[in-house]
């Protein structure tokens, strides 16, 4: 569907060819996570967690080995140093770090090869279309207005879309709540289309699971701007009202900043120094700027972790075989597969130079992983049963890099008999 938004866009708005609108069956093995967009070359990097390029392509076509050393030598990529830094907004390059954000990459590659196929044009600059096809869909009166294709098809098929909470997670947010804990969701997303999701996924009283709701939460600026440059607003009927000169109780906000917030929760809590533990699943938006800037606890929800048949928890072992049964069906529809084109998320091959021998390193992705997490989980079901008092390991806790991972380190990460002597 994100696909489809952009791409109907493109065509019918900025005169993109109609071959963008079909996708064929193998089309989607393109997308994987961590990928930078080289914007001006119209090149997809994979890189290595030193910034060396691992893997490239041009458009949807795979570099080879020689391209990228010509392309790219054997040496930092140019934008290393601010794309690790987590410098958002440019028009050099694009990071790729979300699903929601993945089918956008799939498209640009296409366009890649479009222009490629139409003009044998050198440099690109089909970016600001893309941003335009962006706003047309996602901008914050979209929904209210029925614009583009994303909106109206969600909000007419939600079943097609959105998958309901399990009932453990229910459980779980209930009982911390019990346990004195303050539940705040924040999401960039705006409260149109917050209500609709959440009264799908967890129930028409979705409020009451939570105390503080803040929607077009615009992270990461959320954690990054001050509370003058970012205000927390009232709403009435999903319309942002005037700025608040401070948050002094829990409800239903929009916009804001987490100092403002962290001034709040120091009031319900009556602690100097309220301990935060922020869940998220993107890396730029979530998990770097709530540990960067906020020094929150952070757990980061990696999909990626699924693909190990081995992270099915524990508890399933001991389950009655109906539960059992279901937990299963559930692994297959996971939608986490492992890209043929850009192989793991976690690891690569680095080609030897002149017959040296191939060594294994980490990517850039794995790297931020154990940098700013305090853990990684593949999803909240995963940890819904564990005891609330129950002790993670903390990636930093042995500065080993796959301590924090629960319930398993990923695969790629474990030496095992057959991987390449590491150098």
């Known amino acids: 569907l994100i696909y489809d938004s952009f791409a109907q866009y493109l065509v019918t708005e900025k005169g993109y060819d109609e071959d963008l609108l079909t996708l064929g069956p193998d089309s989607l093995d ?14 997809f990097l994979k890189l290595a967690e030193d910034g060396t390029v691992l893997r490239a392509s041009h458009g949807t076509k795979s570099m ?28 050099k390059y694009y990071l790729y770090d979300n699903y929601f954000d993945l089918p956008g990459a799939l498209l640009c590659a296409r366009v890649v090869d479009s222009l490629d196929q139409h003009d044998g044009q050198k440099k690109y600059d089909f970016w600001k279309d893309m ?51 303050i539940l705040l969701l924040i999401t960039s997303s705006h409260s149109d289309y917050c209500r609709l999701l959440c009264e799908h996924v967890l129930g028409s009283d979705f409020e009451e699971y939570f105390d503080v709701l803040i929607t077009n939460a615009l992270k990461p600026g959320f954690f990054s701007h001050t509370p003058n440059q970012r205000p927390f607003r009232t709403l009435e009927n999903d ?11 829990p409800g ?45 606890e952070t757990v980061f929800i990696l999909e990626e972790l699924l693909q190990d048949k081995g992270t099915v928890p524990a508890k399933a072992e001991s389950e009655p075989l109906e539960k059992k049964g279901k937990f299963e069906e559930d692994q297959l529809k996971v939608p986490y597969f492992v890209s043929k084109q850009w192989g793991s998320f976690f690891m690569d091959r680095l080609p030897g130079l002149e ?55 990923p695969r790629a990460l474990l030496p095992n008999e057959d991987s390449v002597t590491m150098k």
């Open 252 to 296: 239903w906000y929009s916009q804001g900043n987490a100092i403002q917030l962290y001034d709040l929760l120091k009031k319900m809590t009556g602690k100097l120094d309220p301990k935060v533990v922020y869940f998220g699943d993107s890396m730029h938006s979530d998990i770097f700027p709530a540990h960067h800037y906020s020094n929150w």
């Open 131 to 181: 941003v335009a096809a962006i706003q047309h869909n996602y901008k914050i009166s979209a929904f209210k207005e029925d614009c583009g294709m994303y909106f109206p098809e969600v909000k007419n098929h939600p079943d097609k879309y959105l998958q309901r909470c399990p009932e453990s997670v229910k459980k779980w947010l209930k009982q911390l709540k019990n346990a004195g804990k």
């Open 355 to 409: 017959n040296a021998e191939e060594t294994l390193v980490h990517t850039w992705s794995c790297k931020c992983i154990s940098t700013y997490s305090t853990i990684a989980i593949p999803s909240l079901e995963a940890i819904a049963d564990l005891p609330l008092d129950y002790r993670f390991t903390r990636f930093s806790s042995n500065s080993s890099a796959t301590a924090g991972y629960y319930p398993s380190p």
């Open 30 to 43: 393109f997308c994987c996570k961590g990928l930078v967009l080289d914007i001006e070359e119209g090149n």
């Open 239 to 249: 319309e942002e009202q005037e700025a608040l000169l401070s948050l002094d109780k």
């Open 64 to 91: 080879t080995f020689e391209e990228i050393l010509e392309n790219y030598g054997r040496r930092e990529w140019k934008h290393f140093n601010t794309v690790s830094g987590m410098v958002s907004r440019t028009a």
